[in-house]
Nanobody, 121 residues
Framework: VQLQASGGGSVQPGGSLRLSCAALGSIFSINIMGWYRQAPGKQRELVAT???????NYADSMKGRFTISRDNAKNTLHLQMNSLKPEDTAVYYC????????????????WGQGTLVTVSS
């Protein structure tokens, strides 16, 4: 199983970006998918998660600005980020947990390679 993230880039404050993540491999289902981010000199933190049933969870600072969504049939994950602020600058990582693949169930975390988001004027 591999996670491939895309969609990062540079944007001015108040702008928008949409991140995407594709889970590749022989995957039957994924329980939880999410986005985390890590700013320079800081620990990795939760952005948002979503379950296969559509339940979502957001970090407080992202509520109302970010929207997480997924396509279970395609094993893809998206993050629509609006009203971006300089403090949103970070490397954003796609995460998947609870993967059914090849007749096995994997509880470990899978991580994408990260995509850089820079918010600056």
């Amino acid at each position: 199983v591999q996670l491939q993230a895309s969609g990062g880039g540079s944007v001015q404050p108040g702008g928008s970006l949409r991140l995407s993540c594709a889970a590749l491999g022989s995957i039957f289902s994924i329980n939880i998918m999410g986005w985390y981010r890590q700013a320079p000199g800081k620990q990795r933190e939760l952005v948002a998660t979503t379950t296969s049933s559509g339940r979502t969870n957001y970090a407080d600072s992202m509520k109302g600005r970010f929207t997480i969504s997924r396509d279970n049939a395609k094993n893809t994950l998206h993050l629509q980020m609006n009203s971006l602020k300089p403090e949103d600058t970070a490397v954003y990582y796609c995460n998947a947990r609870g993967i059914s693949s090849g007749g096995n169930y994997y509880t470990r975390d899978y991580w994408g390679q990260g995509t850089l988001v820079t918010v600056s004027s």
